[in-house]
């Protein structure tokens, strides 16, 4: 790359942050119109300040990203984010059930694409505390649906506290299912909510194998309270987007890594 190309590069990446300040969210095809410029320079463009975490990409551009441990988006807004990679991410995982099964899915929206293809049983039973990952099953005959109660935390639609703990106790499961806000692979993986990494802890515990389900943005971030160390989790299954040194690390600990 020249001085100039170099200097170019900057600039634009300058002001893709300043418009991202300004508005909160940028699309791609907005961007490659505006400076003139081809729209894989613009994802590059994008791909480039997420890794420096100063934004998050979202489906067909990127949303401002909040630069604290703690940051909790909603669901909605989760939603657009790595949508494709998620919706390969939940298939795969998906075939990974077989009839019979008993599973907990956590909540999330990689963990409601994992519901959304399952696969043509006969018979399986789904313990699930996240009230989108309920709604994705009523109706479907050959669920049985176990919601196991709690109170309702309203950023992840999941149902938290004492009596989800007491309840979740009560169960042995086949498979769990689990979403992440943060996963680093030599500690473990990251919740920004304590309680609800607390029912994570319960869920894992009570379960004979550990599917952890994240596209491989949330390898480049940690938050604020821990579920797990990388030594209880089974099965990872994430996108093509994981670094080599990561999947080797993965590996190395004894985890199985699909790429979907």
């Given at each position: 790359?020249s001085?100039?190309?170099?200097n170019?590069?900057i600039k634009?990446?300058?002001?893709?942050?300043?418009?991202?300040?300004?508005?909160?969210?940028i699309?791609?095809?907005?961007?490659?119109?505006?400076?003139?410029?081809?729209?894989?320079?613009?994802?590059?463009d994008?791909?480039?300040?997420?890794?420096?975490?100063?934004?998050?990409r979202?489906r067909?551009?990127?949303?401002?990203f909040?630069?604290?441990?703690?940051?909790?988006?909603?669901?909605?807004?989760?939603?657009?984010?790595?949508f494709l990679?998620?919706?390969?991410?939940?298939?795969?995982?998906?075939?990974?059930?077989?009839e019979s099964?008993?599973?907990i899915?956590?909540?999330?929206t990689?963990?409601?694409?994992v519901?959304?293809?399952?696969?043509?049983?006969k018979?399986?039973?789904?313990i699930t505390?996240?009230?989108?990952?309920?709604?994705?099953?009523?109706g479907?005959?050959?669920v049985?649906?176990?919601?196991?109660g709690?109170?309702?935390?309203?950023n992840?639609h999941?149902?938290?506290?004492?009596?989800?703990e007491?309840?979740l106790?009560?169960?042995?499961?086949?498979?769990?299912?689990?979403?992440?806000?943060?996963?680093?692979?030599?500690?473990?993986?990251?919740?920004?909510n304590v309680e609800?990494?607390?029912?994570?802890?319960?869920?894992i515990?009570?379960?004979?194998?550990?599917?952890?389900?994240?596209?491989?943005?949330?390898f480049?971030r940690?938050?604020?309270a821990?579920?797990?160390?990388?030594?209880r989790?089974?099965?990872v299954?994430?996108d093509?987007?994981?670094?080599?040194?990561d999947?080797?690390i993965?590996e190395?600990?004894?985890?199985?890594?699909?790429?979907?």
């Amino acid at each position: 790359m020249s001085k100039d190309d170099n200097n170019n590069t900057i600039k634009r990446r300058k002001r893709i942050l300043e418009m991202l300040s300004e508005k909160g969210e940028i699309y791609i095809p907005e961007l490659s119109k505006l400076f003139d410029v081809s729209e894989v320079t613009v994802r590059n463009d994008l791909k480039s300040l997420e890794e420096k975490n100063l934004l998050l990409r979202a489906r067909g551009g990127a949303i401002r990203f909040e630069h604290f441990v703690g940051m909790d988006p909603g669901l909605s807004e989760k939603t657009k984010l790595h949508f494709l990679e998620k919706v390969r991410i939940g298939k795969k995982a998906a075939s990974l059930i077989h009839e019979s099964d008993t599973i907990i899915v956590d909540s999330g929206t990689t963990t409601a694409e994992v519901v959304k293809n399952l696969p043509p049983l006969k018979e399986i039973t789904v313990i699930t505390n996240a009230l989108n990952i309920a709604n994705n099953l009523i109706g479907k005959p050959n669920v049985k649906l176990i919601i196991p109660g709690g109170y309702l935390r309203q950023n992840s639609h999941s149902l938290i506290g004492p009596l989800a703990e007491k309840n979740l106790k009560n169960f042995y499961v086949d498979k769990v299912f689990i979403g992440v806000d943060g996963f680093d692979v030599r500690l473990g993986i990251y919740t920004p909510n304590v309680e609800e990494a607390y029912l994570n802890q319960i869920m894992i515990e009570i379960s004979r194998e550990v599917i952890l389900v994240a596209d491989s943005s949330k390898f480049l971030r940690k938050s604020l309270a821990l579920i797990c160390p990388v030594s209880r989790i089974d099965v990872v299954v994430t996108d093509e987007g994981i670094s080599a040194q990561d999947k080797s690390i993965l590996e190395d600990s004894g985890v199985k890594v699909l790429i979907a």
